[in-house]
């Protein structure tokens, strides 16, 4: 082998030695707003999750502003995360069918499940106003990770998944959305996320009610908590220990308070039947949050 070819075999070497060592290229992420959006309404009025058992109900018209809305919400959601969760994700991946619920007034909500490739999922909300044309400017998420198998059996979940509320004592009722949450096997519960409705359908998060959770120790034993309403801004929330059988022991409760609407609920008293379960109070999960976040925001600690 002459000197040009020690050359030209040196470069070849260098060329692949140089493409092993690279990471690997990386597919750009799906343009939110390049994708199309299809809506339908349920008999039942509520959302369909993947593999739900219940027929995915009737196409209906979405408006353009709802569909704006829903892409720019999953554009700054994707922005904001690894972006390896939404490595060769399609448009019908990524945003699955938007439903309509009604029972807000004259107003609509439209929901949308968003995914990524891996790892990511979350309910899109967005408040409708079809007699002004507004609709809410900045929508809220909500996790749907553990939702995508929902079977008639299921004990956890209660339908529907998205209705109203009128706990928190504001002109309009409440958008309340539930989320199954999942850690291994010590963590299997039901939170309830309550949206206030404030000026412009703007949707605020106002509490975070860990209603129902599963007994990691015996599946006949479920956790239950439920809430009352004191006075203005004020609610108890009590602490249950059920079973199969029937059985209901209070186990604790504690007093939420808040300055008005739109504010966060801040907890002024606890008491327990047992004072080793008072830290539980609140929440089973193991979050890095403290309670008063936990009310806000819910869990963050599941996989």
Same mark, same amino acid.
């Given at each position: ?18 493409? !092993? ?54 554009? +700054? ?18 945003? $699955?069918? @938007? ?16 995914? $990524? ?15 002004? $044309? ?38 309009? !009722? ?11 096997? =010590? ?36 956790? @239950?908590?439920? =809430?009352?309403?004191? *006075? ?14 029937? +059985?209901?022991?209070? !186990? $604790?409760? *504690?007093? =939420?308070?808040?300055?008005? =609407?739109? +504010?966060?609920? +801040? ?37």
């Amino acid at each position: 082998m002459d000197a040009r070819e020690l050359k030209l075999a040196a470069a070849i070497g260098l060329m692949f030695a140089a493409l !092993l060592a690279a990471p690997p290229s990386r597919a750009a992420a799906v343009d939110p707003a390049r994708c199309a959006l299809h809506a339908y309404a349920t008999r039942d009025n509520d959302i369909r999750v993947e593999d739900d058992y219940r027929g995915r109900g009737g196409p209906i018209r979405l408006p353009p502003v709802v569909a704006h809305r829903i892409h720019a919400a999953v554009a +700054k959601a994707m922005a904001r995360a690894d972006p390896a969760l939404f490595d060769e994700v399609t448009c019908s991946r990524l945003f $699955g069918p @938007v439903y309509r619920v009604t029972g807000f007034g004259r107003r609509w909500l439209f929901v949308d499940e968003a995914h $990524g490739s891996v790892g990511w999922s979350a309910f899109v909300l967005v408040l409708f106003d079809p007699d002004t $044309g507004e609709a809410t400017t900045q929508p809220p998420l909500v996790g749907s990770r553990w939702m995508n198998d929902l079977r008639p059996r299921d004990v956890q979940l209660k339908l529907p998944i998205v209705s109203t509320g009128n706990l928190l004592g504001g002109p309009d !009722l409440d958008v309340v959305v539930q989320e199954q949450v999942h850690n291994g096997t =010590l963590y299997n519960g039901v939170i309830y996320h309550h949206f206030e409705v404030g000026p412009h359908l703007s949707l605020t998060p106002a509490l975070a009610l860990e209603t129902r959770v599963a007994d990691p120790m015996d599946v006949h034993v479920q956790y @239950v908590r439920t =809430l009352r309403p004191l *006075a203005p801004n004020r609610l108890r929330l009590d602490l249950f220990q059920t079973s199969d059988h029937g +059985k209901r022991v209070l !186990l $604790g409760n *504690a007093t =939420l308070v808040r300055d008005g =609407l739109g +504010k966060p609920f +801040k907890i002024i008293g606890r008491y327990a039947t047992n004072r080793k379960r008072i830290g539980g109070l609140i929440t089973f999960c193991d979050s890095s949050k403290d309670d008063g976040r936990f009310l806000r925001e819910g869990c963050d600690f599941y996989y």
